[in-house]
């Protein structure tokens, strides 16, 4: 992607999905946000005031292969 338009995180030593950078298009606050979390540096509007899972825009289906590699390797760290 262009620069500074995503971040990578890692989360006890494995790559979670990329972060996207955006600007909310109302008041174009910064959020960042994955197929499984949305951080904002504003405060979180309530349940249906536009932050719902409907008004977001990475899916599971955009980052499948992040999620999937997190996946293989829980399966190897987590194992009996």
């Not at 890692?10 to 606050?29: F, I, S, Y």
């Not at 949305?38 to 008004?55: I, K, R, S, V, W």
């Amino acid at each position: 992607g262009e620069s500074g338009s995503s971040v990578r995180v890692v989360v006890d030593g494995r790559d979670v999905p990329t972060l996207k950078v955006a600007r909310h298009p109302v008041h174009k606050g910064f959020m960042m946000e994955s197929c499984w979390a949305l951080y904002t540096a504003f405060p979180m509007p309530a349940p249906g005031q536009g932050l719902d899972d409907d008004d977001l825009h990475v899916t599971v289906e955009d980052q499948v292969d992040e999620v999937d590699e997190w996946n293989r390797r829980a399966r190897t760290v987590f194992a009996p």
